[in-house]
C-alpha cells in the first residue's frame, strides 16, 4: 500500500492564520473565522489583514510574519491579485519562524479562470510553497472540515456538524457545500468526520486524501464527488487500496456526452471516460451512488448498521404499494437477495401479523396490512431478523391515526434493543412515510441512534449497497 | 369519447351522512368528521351511530333513515361484521327518502381479505347498492378529496390541502396518503383539486374516475398510482382520451418479477404485463415516472408552468458541479435538446456574467461560477429566455454567503416579471440548494407562484416530461 503523506498539518494544525481576515460579515474572509469558531478549534487562531481592524474584539496582525505563536497552517483568504504581496509575506514567516506546514487556498481566480494571470498567480503561489516546504489544498476549494480537531476553514454557512464516521473528499466545492449544508439540517443531521475541497489540485490531490482516509482511524466510511481525474491508474489503485479497508461510495459526474463536455469546461477532466471509471469501480468494489440523496443514505448507512453476513434481505411492509415500490427498486438493483426464512418464521409472522396478512407473497415479503398495530410492526421486525435466512430488513408503514408514527418509532426501538439482547446485530432500516405527521416518529428513531431516511428508495439503495460491499469482503462466489 | 359517468354525488354532495361516526378520537369514524369540516365542507353534515351520542356538540343520528334532511352521499365507516345491519338501514333510507347517490366505503375487512365473510358482505353491499341505484367507491379505499366543494372523506391527518390544478387517482390508499400527506406538508404544499382512492373497485373504476377528470374543468393535470387494471383495453382507451386533453402522468409498480407478485397479492393484478402497460403509456402519450417526488414535481410543474414552444432547454448553473449533475440527467432521459442560442445572446450572456463563466461549453449551458450575483442570476435567466432558440430553463445555485438564497430568489421573480412584461411566457424552474440556509429563498419563489423544488433531479425529470408532453401534442416530427 502507499503511504500516506503527512496531512497532519491539514487536519491537526497546531496553530491557524486566517489570511485576508475580513471585518465585513459578507466576505468569506469573516464567515471562515466564525466558522473555526463554531467548530471549536482548539488551537490558537490569528487573523491577518495588512489594514489592522479586529473582529468580535480580536486584534488583527498586520503580516504572517508578526504573529510570535505557532502557525502550522495559513487559510488563504486574499483576493488573487493580492497574491504576489501575500506570498511575500509567508517567505518572510517561514525564514524567521519554519513552521507553516500547509496553505488552505479559500480565494479563487486562479487557473480555473483560463486566463493567463489566474494561471502565474497560482504557478507563484505554489512554486514558492514547494521551495519552502509548504503543502497547498487548493487554490478555489471551500477549504476542509475535521469534526474531531474542530477545524472548518470553510465559509460554508450553517456546517455546526455533529461528529460521526463519514469523510468526504470533493472535487466540487459547491456539491461539497450542497452535502455538508445538508448533512447539517436539523433534525436528521448526518455524523460527519472529515470534510475536504480539492479545488484545482494544484497540490494536493484527491488521491493524497483518499490514501490519508485509508489509514484515519476515525473514518469508517468515505464518499468522493468526482468529475474525472488525470492519473487514472493512481486512482484505481488508491480506491482499490482504500475499499479493501473500509466502504467506500462514489458520486461520479459527467456520464452523458453532454454532461461530460460541461465536466471537461468545469475542471478539465477528459471526456468519455466513464465507462472506464465504471469499470474501475466495480473491479476494486467501489459503490457508486447515482443521487446524492443515495449518496448520502448510503454514507450514513456504511456508519450506522452493522455489517450482513448475508445477501438475504426481508421487506416488510405495512402499506402495499410503497411495499412494492421498494421490492421493485431492490429487485431491479439485483445487489440483495429476497430471503427464504424457514416454515417455523413463517408460522411465527402469521401468529404475530393481524389475520389478513399475507405472509412470504412472494419470498422475503410481509405485507402486515394497515390493521397492524405498533406492537405488530416490531415483533414481526423482531421475528425476521431471528431468523437465520434473514440478514437484513427494510421496513415500510405510512401510519394511520390509529397506529401513530411515535408509537411505531417505540416499538421499532424495543425490537431493536430484544434482538441486540438476544446477540443478534443485523441491519434494518424503516421508513415511516410520509410528510409532516411521522416527523417526531422519525425523530425518536434518530435520537436512538436508527436511520429512518424519508423516501424508501434511498433505503433500498442504501440496503443494497451495504450487502454488496459487504458480500464482496466477504468473497460470496457470485462477485 | 366515452361519456363520463354521473359522479357528482362523489364530488359535489347535497349532504353527507357518516355511517359509523365515532366519539374516539383514534378512530377513523372521527378523524373523517374533522377532516369534513377542516375541508369546510359547506353542506349538511349527518353524524350517524346506532348508540348515539356526539361530537363537539354535534348529536348523533342512529339511523341513516331518520335524518330529515338531504344525504346524496354516505361516508362508510362501519366495520365489516356490521355490513348487513347497516345496509337495512340504508335500504330503509332510501325507501324513505330516495336521495342517496353514492357510498364511499372507507372500511376494510371486504373482499381484499381473501376470506370468504368478506367476499359476502361486499356482495351484499354493492348488490344492495345497486339495486337502489346508488353508487359504491371502494370498499377498502380512503375516499375522496375536492378543495373545490370542502368534500374530504378520508382519514388521513394533515390533510388541510391548498386548492390547485392536479388530481390525483390511486390504486393504494397508502400511496394516496403518503402523496396527500407531502402535498400537504408545509411550507411547499402544493395546489391540489382532487383526489380518489379507489380500494377494492367493486363498483367506481379507475377508468370511470380518469373518464370524469377528463371532463372536469377544474382538473389541469391527472396523476395516478398502478398496480394493475384487468380491463386494459378500457384503460389505455380511458388514458388516451385523457392525455389528448390534459397531461397525465402514472407511477405504475410491479414492474419487477419479484414487484409483480407482490402486486399480485396486493390488489390481485397480472405480473408480467409492465412491458404492456409502458408500451401503451407511450402510444398514448402517458408521462410514466419512477419515483414519487418524480411523480409530485412533475404534476406540479404541469400545472404551474406554461407550455413550451419547442424542446431546446438551457441549462444556467452557477455550480459546476450541480450544473453536470443536473445535464447528464436531462442527457439520459433524452426528452430535451439543449439549447442553441444566437451569437447575440452568447455576447450577451458573456456581457452579463462575471468575467470568467463558461459560456455555451457545450451548447445550451452556462456556468455562471461561484462569482455570479443575484443580479447576474435573474439577468442571465432573462436573457437565455429571451432567445427564440431558448424554449425553457433550468436554474441552478447554491447560494455562497455574499449571495443569500434571498436574494437570488427576488432576482428570479423580477426576471420572472420582466419576461412577462415583454410578452414571454416560457417554463423554468430554479433549484436553491441546499439545507436550511436556502429554506426562505424557496419560500419567496413558492410565494411568487414559482414552484423551487429541492433536488435538481426532480426538476430536470419535470422539465423532460413538460417537454416531451408539449412536443407529442404539436405533433413534432419526432414523435
Known sequence: MRAPGNLDGLFRPRGCAILGASTDPNKAGHQIVRNMKTAGYPGELYLVNPRGGHID???????????????EMVVWAVPAPFTASAVADLQQRQRRHGDVRIVVTVAAGFAETGAEEGRR???????????????????????????????????????????????????SGAVGAWLVESWAARPYSVGFNKFVSVGNMA??????????????ESTRVVGMYMEGYEQGREMARALDELSRVKPVVVLKVGESEHGARAARSHTGSMAGADRVYDGVFRQVGVRRARTVDELSATLLAFDQLPAPRGRNLFVLTQAGGPGIYSTDILAGDGEVEFARVSADTRAALRDVLPPFASVCK?????????????????????????????????????????????????????????????????????????????????AALA??????????????????????YHSRRRGDARE
Not at 496582525?61 to 502557525?71: M, Q
Not at 487554490?139 to 472540515?145: E, Q
Not at 437484513?392 to 408509537?407: D, G, I, K, Q, Y
Not at 435520537?447 to 454488496?468: N, S, T
Open 57 to 71: 474584539g480580536t486584534e488583527m496582525h498586520r503580516s504572517l510574519a508578526d504573529i510570535e505563536g505557532n502557525v
Open 203 to 216: 497540490d494536493v490531490s484527491l488521491v493524497e486524501i483518499l490514501d490519508y482516509l485509508r489509514e484515519d
Open 121 to 171: 498567480w497560482q504557478d507563484l503561489l505554489v512554486s514558492t510553497c514547494k521551495q519552502l516546504g509548504i503543502r497547498v489544498l487548493g487554490p478555489n476549494c471551500v477549504g476542509v472540515i475535521d469534526t474531531g480537531s474542530g477545524v472548518d476553514t470553510t465559509f460554508i454557512m450553517g456546517t455546526d456538524l455533529q461528529p460521526g464516521g463519514i469523510s468526504f473528499v470533493s472535487q
Open 362 to 442: 412472494p419470498e422475503g415479503h410481509a405485507d402486515m396490512t394497515a390493521a397492524a398495530s405498533a406492537v405488530q410492526h416490531g415483533r414481526a421486525l423482531e421475528t425476521v431478523l431471528s431468523d437465520d435466512g434473514g440478514d437484513a430488513a427494510l421496513l415500510l408503514t405510512v401510519p394511520v391515526l390509529f397506529v401513530p408514527a411515535e408509537a411505531i418509532a417505540e416499538e421499532i426501538i424495543s425490537a431493536h434493543h430484544r434482538l441486540q439482547a438476544s446477540g443478534i446485530d443485523k441491519p434494518f432500516v424503516p421508513v415511516l412515510l410520509s410528510g409532516d405527521v411521522v416527523e417526531h416518529g422519525r
Open 447 to 468: 435520537g436512538a441512534g436508527i436511520m429512518a431516511p424519508g423516501r424508501p428508495e434511498d433505503a433500498a439503495k442504501a440496503l443494497g449497497h451495504v450487502i454488496a
